[in-house]
Every structure is written in structure tokens, then in C-alpha cells.
């Protein structure tokens, strides 16, 4: 299952062209910054605002609110794996 | 010397997917595995929690397919609280699931498997991806574009933002459909019906031809399917009963609620997910390339071969062309993505037929529930194969314990026989290129994982 762990938009680039220069989103999360496509987006998000990433495709845009609550709800799950020993791993 | 290649993450699965492949002293394929980051944890979060809160939990944590996991949560608590949606209520849960699942095959066909088929194979990672595709043709790129937005645009002015839906509530749906939602609904719906049928008419012309060795020789193995149909064994995504086929094409239909009867989860050792395999062909369960046991496969294909027809015209036809030229059960795993384009046929006229009879505006959209002890089950055919949420309640009708099986979790056995099949089949003598290693994670591209 695919967790949906929204990534913060840390900077806006390209856009010379719509379809040749499209703009891209440089987002951060937890230390990883990555470069990533915003065709599949419903909008082109504000710097500061929050993505959730399907396979180097921002399919959808998020405010910091809600992605702040969608990752309260991830903690409480990593929690909830730690006090019973089963935080789970990098897959082998 | 022996050796392990890792491709590492899958390309375009990004942060998904790893393979692993294992080369012996003599450079032969001896293994390969492919591991798939795991949800761990929901169902121990949830308990506690009031039920009628976990569909909107889950499509936050599951937010790649929320309307899916969105509908499985509320239909599975609609068993806990021995409620009957009414009828518009079940209408308007499915409408949104099926133009969910025409957004979701656009990204996936034309975004994430087209480049290895348009650009090829062999051309360079730098270019072989979707601006790739928009240089090579610019316009059909930019229709796309259009259609997937147009796909969740209708979506969100309906039922509100879709990538966390609340429209499902237990007992039905929250809001009635106006005639005006109706008829733009409708406008829009034929756009994406014509878009659905050129994709399908230009993937057969200009795609799959060039590769229809490889569409049934390219991780090929031989297993069972599941999938869901209705009572009269036509094709479903929203609800009805399972149907679990033997690879030799036998098969045996039975409620979603009685899965737990048929199929069996096991973790292997190696790998930190789950798996499943069909315990009712008394097999057991074994990965063993030359001779597996218990395995079957979901998603587009397997949904496909387990149904004896599909209830809209154009599906049905190109149903009947695919099953002309690959049999039943079709196995080649690249005839996933042909498939998946007519199911997106289907998933259009569904939403056009759903929308053409008047009981979508039904303004009776819930039943009331209250929160009770119990026991529900509920499954949807999603994007990624067929989804089962299981949860018990206690007397405040609060979660007491809870079981998800994803579609993921089904084709995590299989995959690891794709991949192995492949990279056996290119990998001789330890001579390996970008161009090999593209091909084995088409194999795994092809279950979407």
C-alpha cells in the first residue's frame, strides 16, 4: 500500500514553455529534496505549500493545514509500530 | 563471481518498488525479487477510534487512491452498523469510484508505461519519459494533459476535493446530485468517452503492434485471476461477488465477506510485506518459477479474464477482439496496459450510463445508521486489483480490530515471478545493459504497483 506522504514545495522553476519548459516543483521532505512534474497537478502550488507524489508526479496539491493533519496522522501510526517493536523497515 | 544487481527505486515507481536480481559464478540469473514499501500500522492506529471516522482517515494515509479505500472503509462500515445504503446512495458511490478510476489509467497508461512503448525500449533514460513523449508528439501530449484534469475536475466539483473524499458516509452518500451537476457531468463525461476510445484506437494502431512478441513473452508466467463481477458474471468495479479462476480457467464465485475462506496472508521471510495466495486450491503456496502453488493475480488483466462479459457496448467489443487474439485467461503480463485501456472504455460508459438514468438524482441518498457492535466487509475493484477492508466494532461502535489486503498485496507474489521470468530470459553469461534492466522493470510497470 502506498503511503501518501505529502512533500513540501521548497521552489518553483522552469515555465519558459508550457508544453517544452513546463514548471517543475523542487520539494523537500524529512531531508530528501527532489525535482518533480506538475502536469498531474490540479494547480501549480505556492512555494511553501505541500504535494502529495505519485511516482515523480505531483497529482495533487495541498495546503500546509491539511498536509499538517495527514502527517499527524502518519506519526501516530509510526507511533503506534514503535511501542510494539514493529517500525517497519527500507524494504531488503 | 557471483552478484547482485539492484535497480533501485524502479523508475517512474518511485520510492515503491526495488529489484533485486542475482547472478551466480556463471553469470545466470539464480534469483530476483522485487520488494514494495509496505503500509504498516493502520490497523493497529485505527482501533480505538470511532468507525464512522476511518473512511476519511484512510483516503488522507492511502491518499494515491483515496475514492478507493474512501469506499471500501464506508462500505465496510455499513456492515458493522447493519445498514443498507439506499439505492442512489450505492449509484453516487459508484460514479465517483468509476471517474475515479478514469484519472487514474490516464496517468498510468499515457504518463508512467507509454514512453517504454512510444519512445521504445531501447532509447536512452533521459528521454525515455513523458517529455520524451511531449517532444515526440506535442499535441497528443497536451490532450492528455487535458483529459486527466478534465477526469478530476468533474470529479472534485461534484463530490469536493477528491484527493480526500468525504462524500461516502456510512448509509450512503452525503449530498444529492442536482439535474445541473447532472448535465455537466454528462457534457464532460462524453469528452473523456471519445478521449478513452482514441487511446485505446492509438495505443492498438500505434503501439502495441510494434510489440506484440514482447506483450506476451516479457515476464510471462501462468497463474490464476480474481476479480468482481455481478450476478449475471458481467465485469464490476464497485460491488458484487469475487471470482477466484485457476489458471486451467475453472472457477469459484463467492461473497467478499467469505474471503477470508479462499484466500490466505502469509509474510515470507525475505520480504517485509505480506502476501496472499489462494488457499481454497488446497495447493499451499510456493514461489518455486518452475512449479508455483496459490498464485494468482489482480488488477486490469485479471478483471478481464474472470468476467464473462462487460455490460457497456464499447468494452464489450474490445473485450471481444482481446479475447480473439490472447484467449481466456490471457496471461502475458504486458497485456496489463491493453487491459487497463479498456477498462478505461468501460469506466467512461459506465459513468455516462450511471448518469443517463433519472434515479442518479434521487434526492434519498442515505440511510440512517448508528453505531453498533459488528462485523463488515468491504471490497471495491481499485486501479492496483481488488481492495478488502475488514473491521469489528464494538457496542459504541467503536473499531475493535482491522484488516486491509490492497491490491498491491495480491500482485506482490506474481510480480516477484515477472521479474524473475524476465531477467532470466535477458540476462545470459552476466551481460547485462540500461537496456535489459528497462525491460525487467517493465515487467513489474505493467502491475502498477
Known amino acids: 500500500m502506498c503511503l501518501a506522504i505529502p512533500m513540501q514545495v521548497v521552489e518553483i522553476k522552469g515555465g519558459g514553455d508550457p508544453l517544452f519548459d513546463p514548471q517543475v516543483a523542487l520539494v523537500e521532505n524529512d531531508g530528501i529534496r527532489k525535482e518533480i512534474r506538475l502536469e498531474m497537478a490540479d494547480r501549480v502550488p505556492a512555494v511553501g505549500e505541500y504535494v502529495i507524489i505519485h511516482a515523480g508526479f505531483a497529482i495533487r496539491t495541498l495546503t500546509e493545514e491539511e498536509a499538517e493533519y495527514n502527517l499527524s496522522l502518519m506519526r501516530q501510526m509510526a507511533t503506534v509500530l514503535e511501542e510494539q517493536g514493529r517500525l517497519p523497515e527500507a524494504p531488503e | 563471481m557471483a552478484q547482485v544487481l539492484t535497480i533501485d527505486p524502479v523508475t517512474r515507481i518511485e520510492g515503491h518498488a526495488r529489484i533485486k536480481i542475482h547472478l551466480d559464478e556463471q553469470g545466470r540469473v539464480s534469483d530476483a525479487r522485487v520488494a514494495i514499501s509496505a503500509l504498516r500500522g493502520f490497523e493497529q492506529f485505527v482501533v480505538g477510534r470511532p468507525a464512522e471516522e476511518i473512511p476519511r482517515i484512510v483516503s488522507r494515509i492511502c491518499g494515491i487512491c483515496p475514492w478507493m479505500h474512501h469506499l471500501a472503509a464506508v462500505k465496510a462500515i455499513d456492515g458493522c ?3 443498507t445504503p439506499t439505492p442512489a446512495g450505492h449509484r453516487l458511490r459508484e460514479l465517483c469510484q468509476v471517474m475515479a ?22 532509447s536512452d533514460f533521459s528521454v525515455r519519459n513523458i517529455m520524451g513523449m511531449v517532444r515526440q508528439d506535442p499535441e497528443l501530449a497536451a490532450r492528455v ?22 462524500a461516502g458516509v456510512v448509509g450512503g452518500f452525503a449530498k444529492p446530485m442536482s439535474a445541473e451537476e447532472r448535465s455537466d457531468l454528462q457534457r464532460d463525461g462524453a469528452t473523456l468517452l471519445d478521449f478513452a476510445s482514441f487511446a485505446l484506437d492509438y495505443a492498438k494502431e500505434r503501439v502495441f503492434h510494434r510489440y506484440r512478441e514482447e506483450m506476451q513473452s516479457l515476464g510471462a508466467i501462468t497463474t490464476g485471476f480474481l476479480g468482481t463481477i455481478d450476478d449475471q458474471g458481467g465485469l464490476q468495479l464497485y460491488d458484487g461477488r469475487l471470482r477466484l479462476m485457476h489458471a486451467s480457467g475453472t472457477t469459484v464465485d463467492f461473497p467478499a465477506a467469505d474471503y477470508a475462506q479462499h484466500l490466505s496472508e502469509q509474510v515470507e521471510p525475505w520480504s517485509s510485506a505480506k502476501m496472499v495466495y489462494a488457499k481454497s486450491w488446497q ?33 464489450q467489443a474490445e473485450l471481444e477482439d482481446f479475447r480473439a487474439q490472447f484467449g481466456r485467461p490471457a496471461q502475458g503480463t504486458l497485456l496489463y496496459h491493453w487491459a487497463r485501456l479498456i477498462e478505461l472504455i468501460y469506466a467512461c460508459e459506465r459513468t455516462q450510463e450511471l448518469l ?25 475493484e481499485a486501479p492496483r486489483g481488488t481492495l478488502i477492508h475488514e473491521y469489528a466494532t464494538d457496542d459504541n461502535g467503536c473499531i475493535t480490530s482491522a484488516n486491509l489486503i490492497v491490491g498491491t498485496t495480491h500482485n506482490i507474489a506474481p510480480m516477484n515471478l515477472s521479474v524473475r521470468q524476465a531477467a532470466a530470459s535477458l540476462i545470459h553469461d552476466g551481460v547485462y545493459d540500461e537496456a535489459i534492466l528497462n525491460r525487467v522493470e517493465m515487467a513489474v510497470r505493467a502491475y502498477d504497483p
Open chain 2, 283 to 315: 495447493e499451499g503456496f510456493s514461489l518455486d518459477p518452475a512449479a508455483p502453488k496459490g498464485v494468482y493475480r489482480v488488477n486490469t488483466l485479471a478483471r478481464l479474464n474472470v468476467c464473462d462479459h462487460i455490460g457497456t457496448p464499447r468494452a
Open chain 2, 81 to 83: 452498523f447493519g445498514v
Open chain 2, 145 to 166: 494533459v487535458r483529459m486527466r484534469q478534465l477526469g478530476q475536475v468533474m470529479l472534485d466539483r461534484f463530490a469536493g476535493k477528491s484527493i480526500h473524499p468525504v
Open chain 2, 356 to 380: 443517463a438514468d433519472d434515479r442518479i438524482t434521487d434526492p434519498h441518498i442515505r440511510n440512517t445508521a448508528t453505531p453498533q457492535a459488528g462485523r463488515g466487509i468491504g471490497c471495491v
Open chain 2, 101 to 122: 478510476h478514469i484519472h487514474d489509467k490516464i496517468l498510468h497508461f499515457f504518463f508512467l508505461a507509454a514512453p517504454d512503448f512510444v519512445l521504445g525500449p531501447d
